[in-house]
């Protein structure tokens, strides 16, 4: 029995493991034994005992280096480590073994996954051994893992800030910009919101994703417009012209893309600005509350022909009202007329667009020849922008998914997030039956990617063969049911 497969491991990882010792330099193309294959398949097999299991990682031969025998156990020892499939005992015995034996495997091996590590207590043995050893090139892969949510860890006790500032400091002595925070993570994040370049791009949208979770957003938009220089170039200053024409910054990642979108191509920062101005205007004394999601509406409104916000306000529930509303199966009636009284003008401006589109032939006309594509094919769910084409008219725009998913998931492009940058609202489609009723409207995972995108999005859903529903999703968990289209 010794050659069966072992239970809960697959060969996809032992295989996985083979070909990673076998490229280690020194390895001279030898392959480990069949011996230590099983060993390693053993130490991976999530149904063996943890007794049985811990031995292993307590007995497994870690010298001589060239050995490639040793290589395979050094490699499957860090892969166990940096695994959230493994007992977290199990996995800190695996990380002080190698830190004390093989403290380069460890450093190599599970510092391109650390990203990927969710279990607090191994996270955080991981970050003080780089801090302490002074893995600089870990700065990346933690600040990446702190830009993640970690479910049930306060922001407080996150254990990348600590690794992380410390390992900035030994490498980064520049004074970080003029914004009054005191503490050292903050003060860390904002070295990275300093640095310009492409090369730094990345992180700076990592460290922007940090602050923001930790401070208000109307906070940071006080500090950033308040502060005297943020030089020239960063993604700081980037930051702080944008308080100019935004009344709240972004604070996703997909937000800070869009943020780019906009403020680094100087025509369309030029459009924004005069966007903004118009529309505080035209908001008067309560200010419109732009954020990055109204600015494709509000380049194309000319807030001085709108009517006031109160007057505006009036007419779309007149639109909405004798329309018929759906619920969803587990959320409650609510008429969105009293959603849209707590709207502020820059979004009911963008839900009269929306309102717009649907009237428009050419758009309802399109959804319905998609809907009936996604409702023929069981292996995805179909999406797109609701856009203007180059004359200004509304279009559907359309999306493949990036890949196949199942009947009940719609995988977002690349491309689509893109687009969304400049449109209006992205839409999918619940189209699995005609008689869809009881799931019209967006469930948790389309208000979680409706956060994450920072935008507006749009549900599609079949009533019958004839009429979709359409709900209107905004950030912060707001929806309105803005009735029916029909054939």
């Known amino acids: ?49 943890d007794a049985r299991r811990a031995r292993l990682i307590d007995t497994l031969p870690l010298q001589p280096a060239d050995d490639p025998n040793v290589q395979a156990y050094r490699v499957a020892l860090s892969f166990f480590a940096g695994s959230d499939r493994q007992p977290t005992a199990l996995r800190l015995r695996a990380v002080e073994r190698l830190a004390a034996e093989a403290p380069d495997a460890l450093r190599v091996g599970v510092g391109t996954r650390v990203v990927r590590i969710d279990e607090p207590a191994v996270l955080a043995r991981l970050g003080r051994l780089a801090a302490e050893r002074g893995w600089h090139e870990w700065v990346g ?38 914004l009054g925070f005191d503490h050292p993570v903050d003060r860390t994040l904002l070295q990275f919101l300093a640095r ?18 930790r401070h208000p957003p109307a906070d940071l ?10 030089g020239a170039a960063t993604p ?33 920062r030029d459009a924004a600005v005069a966007a903004t101005a118009g529309a505080r205007r035209w908001a008067g004394a309560t200010g419109p509350g732009v954020e990055l999601r109204h600015l494709p509406v509000l380049t194309r409104t000319d807030g001085d022909r709108l009517p006031p916000p109160d007057r505006l306000r009036g007419e779309v529930n007149r639109r909405l009202a004798g329309r018929r509303f759906v619920p969803r199966f587990d959320r409650p009636r609510v008429d969105p007329r009293r959603v849209a009284a707590t709207l502020g003008p820059a979004d009911l401006r963008l839900l009269d667009a929306v309102l717009d589109a649907m009237d428009d032939p050419a758009v309802t006309a399109a959804w319905f020849t998609q809907a009936d594509a996604d409702h023929a094919e069981p292996t995805t769910e179909y999406g797109g922008v609701l856009t203007w084409n180059a004359a200004g008219r509304f279009v559907a725009a359309a999306f493949p998914t990036e890949f196949r998913a199942g009947d009940h998931k719609y995988v977002t492009p690349r491309e689509l997030v893109t687009a969304t940058h400049t449109g209006l609202a992205h839409y999918h489609f619940h189209a699995q039956q005609h008689d869809h009723a009881d799931y019209a409207g967006p469930g948790r995972g389309d208000l979680d990617f409706t956060d994450a995108l920072d935008a507006a999005t749009l549900t599609l859903t079949f009533l019958d063969r004839d009429t979709l529903n359409v709900d209107l999703a905004l950030p912060g968990r707001v929806v309105l049911d803005l009735g029916t289209v029909t054939r």
Request: charged share 25%; aromatic share 4%; with cysteine.
């Open 1 to 49: 029995m010794t050659n069966a497969r072992p239970a809960g491991c697959g060969w996809r990882g032992v295989a996985v493991l083979l070909a990673a010792a076998a490229a280690i330099p020194g390895c001279h193309g030898d392959l480990p034994t069949s011996d230590s294959i099983h060993t390693v398949s053993l130490l991976l097999d999530t149904a063996r005992g």
């Open 141 to 178: 892969p933690l600040l990446a893992r702190y830009a993640r949510p970690m479910p049930g860890v306060a922001e407080a006790d996150r254990p990348e800030a600590g690794p992380l500032v410390r390992l900035v400091a030994a490498t980064d002595a520049a004074p970080p910009p003029p």
């Open 196 to 213: 310009r370049g492409p090369a730094h791009e990345a992180d700076a949208r990592r460290a922007w994703v940090v602050l923001a979770r």
């Open 221 to 230: 938009h006080a500090r950033l417009a308040a502060a005297p220089d943020l």
């Open 236 to 268: 700081l200053a980037r930051l702080g012209d944008a308080t100019r024409w935004l009344d709240r910054l972004p604070a996703t990642a997909a937000g800070w893309d869009r943020l780019r979108t906009w403020a680094d191509d100087p025509d369309r």
